[in-house]
């Protein structure tokens, strides 16, 4: 793209803003107000079904909002110049350049749509969830899917990817998130940047190019007991340290939107706060793109309790510094007659679509408003893409657990029981937030060990028992727009009888030398506005386990979820564990190469899985406390663990010296040995401690990490290179600051284990 997107900040230049100066004056302020509308258009059925969704005492402040979904509508208001985005639910460069025709050929002023939707984790080609994807600790590769993501968005005619997520997710209660990155401040920092600059590579020439949008600005992953859109309470210390880093590294890598959370921070909607959108983002950072609402959320200001009516919402979301309404149309309703009666500056209304068309010359819409109606053809599901997307499942596979060298499996030899409700399953296997992928695009478990496993391997199926058990009755779920084409509680086809299948799948099992089971959480269980009472396994996948235990065949487990689980039995008696996720499109053939050893695995956790809910929230680099430190961080597989088909021995800690300045930085190393008898990858990491602080800190932090290659025998030198930046944090004034005083660092394999040194900062700065 033009360096506008490359740089932070969007910056133009002095033609292109001068272009959309003149833009402004000739606006009438309707249409000002249009270019901060962003409307949706929906299949006519999924919109009533919507709508009859809605409590009846919400519909009166939703009633705009359903207006403009109605097609005609949208049509008419695109021609009045009253639509400035429009979120795509009905896929396709047809439509997209339908509807951008209208706006170019139509309006008055030609000012063109910009094509909006989520992108999370692929397009047509369905790569890992996010959280699967983390556990790769490749930021490289996140950056390539990315960029095939935004590839295939683009060939469709989209140019808005509502992505990456970044929040930080602290308490696997949270159904959601399966869509960030996990944990940790320093990782999902890491990644965020990474994904920007993939969406927004833009490497390609005759069609628009694509912005992205991470969110949810702010604090949306600390949200109470793991609760969906419950209260975020915190310090502005515990903000600015923990939640907000990974949103100032996405801008940093040049994202050009924001997506503003639904969340309240301390008592004050996202949506209209001042203190986080304008002041931080717009005034402290500089931010000059544009800030986008979540969906509905200016007329949710109502239901909060925070503004009496729609009016009032609009004057208090305009003035916070939220520069477009995703679909809720209260500003449209509302905003043109609160600057005409002087209740709001149009200054206000200018600086926003400014912002807007900002990104709108950027992504070069005036000049190539359409695109090749023949790329879809050429551009989704390419060889390539799909290549990319075996090698990101395979890299996103975690090892728990592998007694006695249970795995690999052995090819061409004997009989395995492959068992569990997955094993044909393909819609369950994309994922949450995939929701242009085809389930006939999807290789099925079941259909990736058959091409493994050879000609001459006996293989016995079953599908053991249903997906979701009779607790699904109390699970609670809230469909929403973002999720029209999900399957519902009602057509997941629980098994009338799951005892039966069960016995069925212990006879196979009795039979067979090996049984593997793909067992976990389904895709209710893991989205939006979700939120399950447990995070162990249903109990009908537990008696199905339990019953293939006790046959005395050796059992390989292998996890299909959205989020961490809480697996004690299983960690105590299963000999073998693999965490697969949901790992898109080449899920079966991923899972294949993992079990029979063409591919050996090296991810690493990317959040704590816990022994027990009540744990919760659960995560490595919690405060030091008064006294029982060694009780409070008691994981079943801590951040940043994972094994290997071989071994890894860490020796020889180095530091380049004992003692520092502030403004200096220290080497620290270790030497890495492949001690086993194939080759692989070890995910090395390093931790601190800053060991007495005026603000209590974290027991460790990461603070970096590399991917090594290993041959059998081989050893390599681990470096790593701490300074200001990695030993510094926000003090009680919210400044950024080194102090001095003595450091511990670790050296290692995961979160909990490692070769020990320390070191001193013998002066303090701050910047």
């Given at each position: 793209?033009?360096e ?12 292109t ?8 004056d ?9 270019q ?20 009846e ?12 979904l ?28 339908e ?5 170019v050929e ?73 869509e ?7 990782l ?21 190019h ?34 907000l ?20 921070l ?5 949506t ?8 931080i ?10 800030t ?19 009016r ?149 199926c ?21 999720r ?7 057509s997941?086809?629980?098994l ?36 399950r009472?447990?995070?162990e ?9 339990r019953?293939i ?22 960690a ?11 790992l ?75 003692r ?27 931790y ?11 027991i ?18 681990a ?49």
């Amino acid at each position: 793209m033009k360096e506008a997107i490359a740089n932070k900040g969007l910056f133009i230049n002095r033609e292109t803003e001068d272009k959309i100066q003149k833009l402004i004056d000739a606006m009438t302020l309707d249409e000002k107000v249009g270019q901060m509308t962003q409307s949706k258009i929906l299949p006519k059925n999924a919109l009533k079904e919507q709508w009859e969704r809605i409590p009846e005492d919400q519909r009166k402040a939703r009633k705009n909002e359903f207006d403009l979904l109605n097609n005609e509508t949208l049509q008419d208001k695109i021609i009045q110049g009253k639509i400035g985005s429009v979120i795509i639910k009905v896929r396709g460069s047809k439509v997209t350049n339908e509807l951008q025709r209208i706006a170019v050929e139509k309006s008055r002023l030609g000012i063109p749509l910009i094509f909006a939707s989520d992108v999370l984790h692929g397009f047509r080609t369905i790569f890992p969830i996010c959280l699967a994807e983390s556990s790769s600790w490749e930021p490289e590769l996140l950056e390539d899917t990315a960029a095939i993501s935004a590839r295939e968005a683009a060939s469709c005619g989209e140019h808005w990817i509502f992505a990456p997520v970044v929040d930080i997710a602290r308490d696997s209660r949270w159904a959601r998130c399966v869509e960030g990155f996990g944990e940790d401040v320093f990782l999902s920092s890491v990644y965020a940047a990474a994904r920007i600059k993939g969406y927004q590579r833009n490497d390609w020439e005759g069609r628009p190019h694509v912005v992205a949008c991470p969110k949810h600005f702010a604090a949306y992953g600390a949200c109470e007991a793991g609760i969906d859109y419950t209260a975020a309470d915190m310090s502005e210390h515990t903000l600015r340290e923990v939640y907000l880093p990974p949103f100032k590294a996405a801008f940093d890598a040049g994202a050009g939107t924001v997506m503003i959370s639904f969340n309240e921070l301390n008592g004050i909607p996202a949506t209209a706060n001042e203190f986080l959108v304008k002041r931080i983002l717009k005034t402290e950072w500089g931010f000059q793109g544009v800030t986008v609402s979540d969906h509905s959320a200016i007329a949710e200001l109502i239901e909060f309790g925070y503004t009496e009516n729609l009016r009032t919402a609009a004057k208090k979301a305009a003035e916070a510094g939220v520069d477009m309404d995703m679909s809720s149309g209260t500003y449209l309703a509302e905003l043109a007659d609160l600057v005409r009666d002087g209740s709001i500056s149009e200054d206000i209304i200018n600086e926003s679509v400014r912002r807007i068309l900002r990104v709108k010359f950027g992504l070069g819409l005036f000049d190539n408003p359409y695109v090749d109606e023949n790329l879809e053809n050429e551009i989704l599901l390419h060889k390539e893409h799909l290549d990319l997307a075996l090698k990101a499942a395979r890299k996103s596979i975690v090892l728990l657990k592998n007694e006695e060298n249970l795995l690999p499996l052995k090819k061409n030899k004997g009989t395995i029981a492959v068992i569990g409700p997955y094993i044909d399953e393909k819609r369950e296997l994309l994922g949450n937030w995939s929701t242009n992928g085809r389930e006939q695009d999807v290789v099925t478990i079941i259909d990736g060990i058959r091409k493994k496993a050879g000609s001459s391997m006996n293989i016995l199926c079953a599908k053991g028992c249903s997906l979701y058990d009779k607790e699904m009755d109390s699970v609670k779920t809230l469909d929403s727009v973002t999720r029209g084409d999900y399957i519902s509680a009602s057509s997941v086809g629980v098994l009338a009888d799951d005892e039966k299948e069960i016995q069925k799948a212990v006879a196979l099992a009795k039979q067979a030398d090996v049984a593997v089971v793909f067992l976990g959480e389904g895709l209710l269980y893991s989205v939006e506005a979700s939120f399950r009472m447990t995070q162990e396994l249903p109990q009908n996948h537990q008696r199905l386990l339990r019953s293939i235990y006790e046959t005395g065949t050796p059992v390989v487990l292998v996890l299909i979820n959205g989020r961490p689980l809480s697996i004690p039995w299983e960690a105590e008696h299963i000999p073998a564990i693999i965490e697969a996720w949901q790992l898109g499109t080449q899920a079966g053939n991923a899972i294949a190469d993992v079990l029979f050893g063409d591919f050996n695995p090296s991810g690493k956790l990317p959040i704590t899985f816990p022994k027990h809910i009540r744990q919760q929230p659960i995560y490595y680099a919690y405060k030091k406390i008064g006294r029982m430190q060694y009780r409070y961080y008691d994981p079943q597989y801590p951040f940043g663990y994972g094994l290997s088909y071989t071994d890894f021995e860490y020796t020889n800690l180095m530091l380049s010296s004992a003692r520092i300045e502030a403004s200096q930085t220290i080497k620290v190393s270790a030497e890495i040995k492949n001690t086993g008898d194939r080759e692989g990858e070890e995910i090395v990491q390093i931790y601190i401690q800053d060991i007495c602080a005026s603000i209590i800190r974290p027991i460790k932090e990461l603070r970096g990490f590399q991917k090594i290659f290993l041959l059998p025998g081989e050893s390599k030198t681990a470096e790593f290179f701490l300074g200001k930046d990695q030993l510094g944090f926000y003090n009680e004034s919210n400044e950024y600051v080194v102090e001095p005083g003595e450091f511990k660092v670790w050296i290692g394999p995961n979160s909990s284990e490692g070769l020990e040194g320390k070191f001193e900062v013998i002066t303090g700065c701050r910047q």
